[in-house]
Nanobody
């Protein structure tokens, strides 16, 4: 069983920045690629970004490419999401999960509680 714990969300103004963190425990972190997803009120959860466990390859949704950067620290079992130039439409609960496939899909059926990101206009 894997445990996922997200943190780093908050309230920021349009154009601001946040850095999200996701700590994974319970299974060997280095065995799967990782990704971030988000769910806005009344909408389906959507893919945001993913990274291979080596950190060598990243993939982004068109809506965040050029503004968000995903990174990984295997020594800390942690994946990060640096979010710059935030927009009100980025407002959502952000979750991390293992990823598989192309386009990336969530690997685990269980999700952490997520972290709320709110961008005010």
């Amino acid at each position: 069983q894997v445990q996922l714990e997200e943190s780093g969300g908050g309230l920021v103004q349009d154009g601001g920045s946040l850095r999200l963190s996701c700590v994974t425990s319970g299974r060997t972190f280095g065995h799967f690629n990782m990704g971030w997803f988000r769910q806005a009120p009344g909408k389906e959860r959507e893919f945001v970004a993913s990274i291979t466990r080596s950190g060598g390859t990243t993939y982004y949704a068109d809506s965040v490419r050029g503004r968000f950067t995903i990174s990984i620290d295997n020594a800390k079992n942690t994946v990060y999401l640096q979010m710059n130039s935030l927009k009100p439409e980025d407002t959502a609960v952000y979750h991390c999960n293992g990823v598989v496939g192309s386009p990336p899909m969530s690997l685990f059926s269980s999700w952490g509680q997520g972290t709320q990101v709110t961008v005010s206009s």
